[in-house]
């Protein structure tokens, strides 16, 4: 399990809502261990808005990784909720669509989506030109 669990923890390291970690309740860490409950190994805890509860579900990163998607709504590093993490350049981005209307919003993802859709077409024209 302990390269799926560090595998989840490189995946979520950058996610401010969202903590993995682990205690080596055989350690210094015996005594806090105790006070969370876990008796055995490896014991997997949940906190959501403060509660916690015992996970019993999947143990391969999948399964984790589906619980902590579906409880933790883990949002991402750089957001309207998190600009601290974001580079200069990309808060600039947040804070000008701050600014906007939803309808200016919109418009500029519509205006932004042809780009995106050209290496599409040329790809698709790519494969007809080596078919023929």
Avoid: H
Avoid at 3 to 9: A, E, F, G, I, N
Avoid at 18 to 23: D, S
Avoid at 88 to 110: C, Q
Wanted: proline content about 5%; some cysteine; aromatic content about 4%.
């Amino acid at each position: 399990m302990q390269p799926d669990w560090d595998k989840l923890t490189k995946t979520y390291v950058d996610t401010p809502n969202v903590v993995i970690a682990e205690l080596d309740c055989a350690g210094e860490a015996q005594s806090v261990c105790g006070e969370l409950g876990a008796r055995g190994y490896p014991t997997i805890k949940l906190v959501v808005d403060g509660k916690m509860s015992d996970y019993n579900g999947a143990r391969d990163f999948n399964g984790l990784k589906r619980e902590v998607e579906s409880k933790l709504n883990p949002k991402p590093a750089c957001s309207l909720d998190s600009k601290d993490a974001c580079s200069a350049g990309d808060r600039a981005i947040l804070e000008e669509s701050e600014k906007m209307s939803k309808a200016e919003r919109v418009a500029k993802i519509k205006a932004l989506r042809p780009r995106s859709r050209t290496p599409r077409s040329r790809s698709r024209s790519l494969r007809r030109r080596l078919r023929n």
